[in-house]
């Protein structure tokens, strides 16, 4: 029987090793997703003659693979081990690619993204729960530049998506792009021995040794586990504090970031076009401003988070949003609209990464159970927000549809503040 894997010596710096690489090879692949085919949801609108409510089901059929993935990959990973796991996921990335850039209609498209959400989810539920586990106490920073590395991918993916569509090419071509990645980060996940993070097959949970507290952040650690040194195997205690309010207010706020982000990805296109008059490729360009706010922050605020607690960063990335998004809102140049853009991936790029680390240092020895109840709560939020932002903008005009964004920046702020002062007063 092999033995049970320890997490690595807790650290007060961080240091990236090629694990810590291979696993941000899932972050490129579901960046490049995001960013390419997002800004693209119009333009198959178009193609196909849908309504934008129609094309908004494609947030459903992606919340729909990534439901299926918060089920399978707590108990692939256990079960077959992360490397197993992670190339499942890369092969259903690919396969699901594939059908979504030679679809012919909705049906077979909503198909092939539900396919291509599962792959994606998995990959990343494998992979954000391994870099807390290899990284120890640098969990905030790894899990932010990681965060960081696949939206600074996904920059190039707008930019793509414009130019393939300006010299008469269309969408798809861009998405394509997904395939080769996801078949690369495949070949580095192969090469990857298994071992510590990478667990092996038949482990039962990430396991800390007996006494030995995840902190995340250096100063004023917000997450702190009390583990029971008569058995250091029993996760029973770390799964009960995923059901205490501090975890439940960071699963809030996780909910309120992906929210926010695929609703902006979707549908920031038709607003540009709208208020400032750009043209389809220019517009679906524009979408490179967000994803450069986003990765921009995400490489500085990484190391600062091990410095400033956590939840006053993730506050700040919900009250920042907000100034961008009435620079956006209030945008009749294609310039000012970008501007604004940027602000809003400036708050925006804190925002998920934050929140994901602080839920996953609720219960440290269940790290892959709070990152699978953080992929299924975010998969109802990416199935609901886009379509029914997308439904309100067939009633209302795109314009007044985007007033609900500030609205969630909100609930985003309170829950985070809550959660961060509910776990420094100690409370359950």
């Known amino acids: 029987m092999a033995p049970e894997p320890q997490v690595d010596a807790v650290q007060d710096r961080f240091r990236r090793d090629r694990l810590t690489f291979t696993f941000y090879g899932s972050f490129v692949i579901w960046g490049w997703v995001l960013y ?5 949801v119009t333009l198959l609108a178009d193609d196909f003659d849908i309504s934008l409510a129609q094309a908004g089901l494609h947030g459903t059929a992606m919340a729909a693979g990534g439901v299926v993935a918060a089920f399978v990959a707590p108990r692939l990973v256990p079960r077959y081990g992360r490397r197993v796991a992670l190339l499942v996921a890369c092969a259903a ?64 993916g707008p930019l ?23 078949a690369a980060t495949a070949v580095l996940v192969s090469r990857q021995p298994v071992g510590g993070a990478m667990t092996p097959p038949a482990h039962q949970g990430d396991t800390l040794t007996a006494g030995e507290p995840l902190l995340i952040g250096s100063v004023e650690a917000l997450a702190v586990a009390v583990i029971d040194p008569t058995d250091p195997h029993d996760d029973k205690g770390d799964r009960r504090a995923l059901n205490r309010l501090p975890a439940w207010c960071f699963l809030a706020s996780v909910v309120a970031a992906i929210a926010l982000e695929m609703t902006t990805t979707y549908w920031s296109t038709d607003l540009v076009r709208e208020q400032t008059g750009a043209g389809a490729g220019i517009a679906t360009a524009t979408t490179a401003g967000l994803v450069a706010g986003m990765s921009a922050v995400r490489f500085v605020m990484g190391p600062l988070s091990l410095r400033i607690p956590p939840a006053l960063i993730l506050v700040a990335g919900f009250l920042v949003s907000i100034g961008g998004w009435a620079i956006l809102w209030t945008a009749t140049a294609t310039g000012v609209a970008i501007a604004g853009l940027v602000v809003v ?76 002062y509910l776990v420094r007063a100690g409370r359950s």
Do not use: C, K
Request: charged fraction near 5%; aromatic fraction near 4%.
């Open 160 to 182: 793509a998506v414009g130019l393939t569509v300006a010299i008469g090419w269309g969408w798809r071509p861009a998405v394509a792009v997904t395939i080769v990645i996801a």
């Open 345 to 420: 991936g400036i708050g925006y790029g804190v925002q998920y990464p934050m929140s994901i680390t602080l839920l996953i240092a609720t219960a440290p020895r269940a790290g892959d159970a709070a990152q699978a109840r953080a992929t299924l709560a975010g998969a109802v939020a990416v199935g609901i927000a886009p379509f029914a932002l997308g439904a309100l903008a067939d009633a209302v005009g795109i314009h007044s549809a985007f007033a609900v964004v500030p609205a969630l920046a909100v609930l985003g702020a309170v829950v985070a503040g809550a959660g961060g």
């Open 93 to 156: 990335v690919m396969v699901g690619t594939a059908a979504l850039v030679a679809a012919p209609s909705l049906p077979w498209s909503l198909s092939a993204v539900l396919v291509l959400a599962l792959g994606g989810n998995m990959a990343i539920s494998a992979s954000q729960p391994g870099l807390a586990l290899h990284h120890g106490a640098a969990a905030s920073a790894a899990v932010t530049e990681a965060n960081g590395v696949g939206s600074s991918i996904g920059l190039i």
């Open 36 to 40: 390419s085919f997002n800004p693209s």
